[in-house]
């Protein structure tokens, strides 16, 4: 068993333990929150996700180069932030924009289910250029099948689609506020490492390719 935390890799015993630890804690704040259903169903779903997602990077090729690890950190960080944000109640922000409905929460759920589907199909074609961080794997390849034909970032459109089904599954502005987050740091990641990364690698097909189709919405965020 291998856990990484930021910089920190634990393996064997530690982190068993670790895992354990963040078992419980995770249980103790679910019995304190007592939500509702779809809630329970969407953590599920991302809990899903977690284990496939661990499970095929095993299947990684082999770095070449890769982003620093500071520059992994500050992603990490930003995007793990608005993860909890959607989890989690804030004091001042529990107000709810609309009303629970249970038509609300089955589209949310339905959502949530599209983006678990996006990103298996995403990760299928991606093969082993796909890892965890940024990186340009050796025999790295333009992959432009699939997902790759509508946006540039597919993986990163299916994250953003379940947020958008957590805020209708739970329609506070706590949500909101963990969407925005989100938002705002996969663009940064994208726009200061990512496509700089790629552009680096590939030139002008990968140039040709950003002017085409779009970063995470199709036929928006250009570069021309």
């Given at each position: 068993m291998m856990i990484k935390i930021g910089g920190l890799t634990l393996r064997g015993p530690a982190a068993a333990i670790v895992l354990l630890v963040i078992v419980a804690v995770l249980m103790v704040l679910i019995v304190?929150?007592?939500?509702?259903?779809?809630?329970?169903?969407?953590?599920?779903?991302?809990?899903?996700?977690?284990?496939?997602?661990?499970?095929?990077?095993?299947?990684?090729?082999?770095?070449?180069?890769?982003?620093?690890?500071?520059?992994?950190?500050?992603?990490?960080?930003?995007?793990?932030?608005?993860?909890?944000?959607?989890?989690?109640?804030?004091?001042?922000?529990?107000?709810?924009?609309?009303?629970?409905?249970?038509?609300?929460?089955?589209?949310?759920?339905g959502v949530q289910a599209g983006f678990f589907l996006l990103a298996w199909w995403s990760r299928r074609h991606l093969g082993r250029n796909w890892s965890g961080n940024v990186r340009i794997a050796e025999e790295h390849k333009l992959v432009r099948s699939g997902p790759y034909r509508l946006v540039r970032h597919p993986i990163y459109t299916a994250m953003?689609?379940?947020?958008?089904?957590?805020?209708?599954?739970?329609?506070?502005?706590?949500?909101?506020?963990?969407?925005?987050?989100?938002?705002?740091?996969?663009?940064?990641?994208?726009?200061?490492?990512?496509?700089?990364?790629?552009?680096?690698?590939?030139?002008?097909?990968?140039?040709s390719y950003t002017a085409n189709v779009g970063r995470f919405i199709p036929g928006v965020g250009l570069i021309r």
């Open positions: 304190r929150m007592h939500p509702r259903t779809g809630m329970l169903i969407s953590g599920g779903l991302w809990i899903a996700f977690i284990a496939y997602w661990s499970a095929a990077a095993k299947n990684s090729g082999a770095a070449k180069s890769s982003e620093s690890q500071r520059s992994r950190s500050v992603h990490e960080l930003l995007l793990n932030c608005g993860l909890l944000l959607l989890f989690l109640p804030v004091p001042g922000l529990a107000g709810h924009f609309l009303a629970h409905a249970r038509t609300l929460t089955l589209a949310g759920l953003l689609i379940f947020d958008f089904g957590i805020a209708l599954v739970t329609p506070n502005f706590v949500t909101i506020a963990g969407l925005v987050l989100a938002i705002a740091a996969l663009e940064l990641q994208v726009r200061r490492v990512e496509e700089p990364y790629l552009l680096g690698k590939h030139g002008p097909a990968y140039r």
